[in-house]
Every structure is written in C-alpha cells, then in structure tokens.
C-alpha cells in the first residue's frame, strides 16, 4: 500500500508523462480527460520525488495485452530516443 497526498500524486502521473515524451511516447488518448480527477491540485505542493526508470535508464515491461508489432514499435523507439543498451526491458517469452 502506498500513501501519498493529493499533489505528490498528480506530480507522479505528469511526471511520469513528461518522462515518456522525452523518449517519444505521448500519454494515452484520455489522458486529458482522466487528468481531471486532480481538480485543482498543484504540483507546486507535492513533498515527494520520484525517479522513473530503473538505473537512470528506461525500463520497458510488456504487457499483457501488447502485440509482437506494438512491441517491436516500443523497442524501436527506445533504440532510436536513448541508443542501443541504454535502456532496459523485459518481454513475454512465448513457446
């Protein structure tokens, strides 16, 4: 269970945002919508950071419901955002 105040967590979530932009990935398409549930929360009063990534680098997990063709899509724009090794994943493996 994780705690956090009203601010701490819409800092997390336009964090966590502007994160994936810097590797050109773009929120969902509800995002603008979903984001609504903050109100008027300011960021300016969160008292917690957070770091994304793993080891100050992307870090990828498939997920369930991603097709071999997304995830070639996803691999392909780490490659092409941060560079061969400079990000870390891990994917379903399939018999």
Do not use: M, W
């Not at 810097?22 to 008027?40: E, L, M, N, S």
């Not at 793993?54 to 990828?60: I, L, M, N, T, W």
């Amino acid at each position: 269970k994780i705690s956090l105040k009203p601010a701490s967590a819409r800092n997390l979530v336009e964090g966590a945002v502007a994160y994936a932009k810097q590797f050109g990935f773009a929120p969902h398409r509800d995002y603008q919508k979903g984001k609504r549930v903050f109100g008027g929360i300011s960021v300016d009063d969160f008292d917690q950071t957070f770091e994304y990534g793993q080891d100050g680098k992307p870090f990828f997990i498939q997920g369930p419901y991603e097709t071999p063709q997304r995830v070639d899509q996803i691999i392909a724009s780490l490659t092409r955002n941060c560079g061969e090794d400079n990000f870390h994943y891990l994917l379903e493996i399939s018999e």
